[in-house]
């Protein structure tokens, strides 16, 4: 009689995603194999850029005169510095090694440790040139167009959540908007009165009924059929990240967006014990080594990474493997979200509105 073996959750795993992350790029080598060995990176550069949030684009240079651009989660001096450590790693080889680049650049330990946002910065540009040598778009590198459309949400901006005339005020502006956005993400800072991307130390009582009242406001204002989000920049404890969930859950919001420190840690799994709403975190992690202890414990159930500090397109590729993994693993499922940048995985991107809906103004930003 024949013996029936159990794949366990570790077994699956291991089959399915975990040992074949790089697979992915089996594909990609095969369309680039004609100009292998043909273009030879000449020169790496961050250029500054005003009105970009601090970060700044990189440009790869080659003696075939195309050249590659991405977007690095590091100013422009920064991404200088770092790009002086990786020159030896990229000029004078071909660019179309883009596996190859990645590994040896997130390898780095000595005498400083990869910077992934440069990194990041620099694998964007890569795939973008390996587009530019090889005249097809990045999505087919990747693996081809996996759908026409994408659903956006953009941002509940020029509001003040505690007064109830404002909220309307902003639901009336959203609602005349020609883009059709259905899902919004507020800020948590706001009604706590808290300055945003810094961490606060645990919120009083008061605090926390403002964070209720602003919510409900908001709420109340754009009805059932536009969604919204708890929108936080780490600025909160464990312990104040369960009381704003709580308060906050009757109002039925999409997700709880990056509460406290990014890096795992106790915390994650407390809130999570606390509460139905989903969580969501990611734009601040690092590659799979990151992701992965949230996946491990449950800890999310949204995962958000940015390309311009994740990793690039390459890292990017990557931690939507191991989600895959989890989720054909049983666990929950892990929905893919990104942030200004698009990939195949995406399925709701962080979108900047033009200006002339009147909500984000800005002046053109120039390169330094």
Not at 181 to 186: D, L, P
Request: proline letters at 5%; one cysteine or more; glycine letters at 10%.
């Amino acid at each position: 009689m024949g013996m029936t073996h159990v794949r366990t959750r570790r077994d699956v795993l291991r089959w399915i995603g975990l040992a074949p992350l790089a697979g992915f790029l089996g594909e990609f080598r095969a369309l680039a194999a004609p100009l292998a060995g043909k273009v030879k990176i000449t020169a790496v550069k961050a250029m500054a850029v005003d009105h970009m949030a601090g970060n700044c684009l990189i440009r790869v240079d080659t003696d075939a005169g195309l050249s590659g651009i991405g977007e690095a989660g590091a100013t422009g001096p920064i991404a200088r510095a770092r790009i002086e450590t990786m020159k030896p790693l990229l000029i004078g080889k071909d660019p179309l090694d883009l596996g190859v680049h990645w590994e040896k650049m997130t390898s780095l330990m000595y005498n400083y440790v990869a910077h992934i946002p440069t990194v990041s910065g620099i694998d964007i540009a890569l795939w973008d040139l390996a587009g530019e040598l090889l005249n097809q778009p990045v999505h087919v590198l990747l693996g081809g167009r996996y759908r026409e459309t994408i659903p956006m949400y953009s941002h509940g901006e020029n509001v003040n959540m505690l007064d109830k005339g404002s909220c309307r005020e902003w639901t009336q502006r959203i609602r005349a908007r020609p883009e059709g956005f259905t899902v919004y993400k507020n800020n948590l800072n706001e009604p706590l009165g808290v300055p945003q991307r810094v961490y606060s130390a645990s919120l009083t009582t008061q605090q926390i009924r403002n964070a209720r009242i602003g919510f409900d406001n908001a709420r109340e204002a754009v009805g059932d059929d536009i969604d919204l989000a708890v929108h936080a920049h780490g600025e909160l404890d464990a312990l104040s990240s369960i009381q704003i969930a709580k308060v906050v859950e009757s109002m039925n919001p999409l997700w709880f967006e990056d509460p406290m420190n990014p890096v795992f840690h106790q915390g994650w799994m407390d809130l999570r014990r606390s509460t139905t709403i989903r969580i969501l975190t990611g734009e601040k992690l690092e590659m799979v080594r990151q992701f992965r202890p949230f996946l491990d414990n449950g800890a999310i159930d949204i995962v958000h990474p940015d390309l311009a500090f994740s990793g690039g397109i390459t890292g990017v590729k990557k931690d939507r493997r191991l989600c895959d993994a989890f989720a054909h693993a049983g666990g929950v499922a892990q929905r893919w979200f990104a942030c200004d940048d698009v990939c195949e995985c995406t399925v709701w991107v962080h979108h900047r509105e033009p200006l002339q809906s009147g909500e984000r103004a800005s002046t053109p930003g120039a390169i330094r």
